[in-house]
Each structure stands twice: as structure tokens, then as C-alpha cells.
Nanobody, 126 residues
Framework: HVQLVESGGGSVPAGGSLTLSCTAH????????MAWFRQAPGKEREGVAA????????DYVSFAEGRFIISRDNGKNTLSLQMNSLEPEDTAVYTC????????????????????WGQGTQVTVS
């Protein structure tokens, strides 16, 4: 039974930082591309960042480039998203996702390829 469990969400003032975590259970974690998505109220879900199985390469969408850092620990089955210089527009539910055989910008633009999803964690920037 595969589970992705996010944590670390909360409220933060504009300009602040927040780090999200995702712990994976029930899968061979090192084989999976991992990604963060977000969905703001009234908007479609959008990709944020994806990291390849080895952790040596990652891709970001434009709004995340230079502000967010995605990382993973394959020994602990964890995924992180460090978010800096947060803006009210970053307010959303952030969700981690896992997929084999896809990654990078293609996967971020095609969320339907992801096999597993977490429940999400709320981030509010005011």
C-alpha cells in the first residue's frame, strides 16, 4: 500500500520561508521521480518542481526557479521543498507525487502521468 504523506505547511508572512516534506511508504523510492504540485483556490493544479530518482537533477517551473529548492533523501524516503521569498500568490495546497519512467518538465506539464499522490498540505502567505 503506497502512501505519500506531506508535512510542513502553515502560515507565513510575505517574504518568509517554509520547508515542506513528503515521506513515501510502500514503494521502492529510489526508482521514482518525485515532484511537487500546487493548487490555489479557483485555479488548476500546476507543477512546481520535479527531481529525478538519483537526486542529481531537478527541474523547476518559472515561478519556482531561484526561489524554491527541491531535494530528496533516498535513504529516508523523503522529499523536501524549501520555499523562500514567499508571496501571497504562492498560497495553495501543495502535494507531492511519484512516477516511474517520466520526470522533468514533461511530467510537471502532464500531471496525469503520476502514479501516486499525497493528500496535500496547506501553505498560506499573507
Amino acid at each position: 500500500h503506497v502512501q505519500l504523506v506531506e508535512s510542513g505547511g502553515g502560515s507565513v508572512p510575505a517574504g518568509g520561508s517554509l520547508t515542506l516534506s513528503c515521506t513515501a511508504h510502500g514503494l521502492i523510492y529510489r526508482r521514482y521521480c518525485m515532484a511537487w504540485f500546487r493548487q490555489a483556490p479557483g485555479k488548476e493544479r500546476e507543477g512546481v518542481a520535479a527531481i529525478y530518482p538519483s537526486g542529481n537533477s531537478a527541474d523547476y517551473v518559472s515561478f519556482a526557479e531561484g526561489r524554491f529548492i527541491i531535494s530528496r533523501d533516498n535513504g529516508k524516503n523523503t522529499l523536501s521543498l524549501q520555499m523562500n521569498s514567499l508571496e501571497p500568490e504562492d498560497t495553495a495546497v501543495y502535494t507531492c507525487a511519484a512516477v516511474v519512467n517520466n520526470c522533468g518538465h514533461y511530467a510537471l506539464e502532464n500531471p496525469g502521468v503520476f502514479e501516486y499522490w499525497g493528500q496535500g498540505t496547506q501553505v498560506t502567505v499573507s
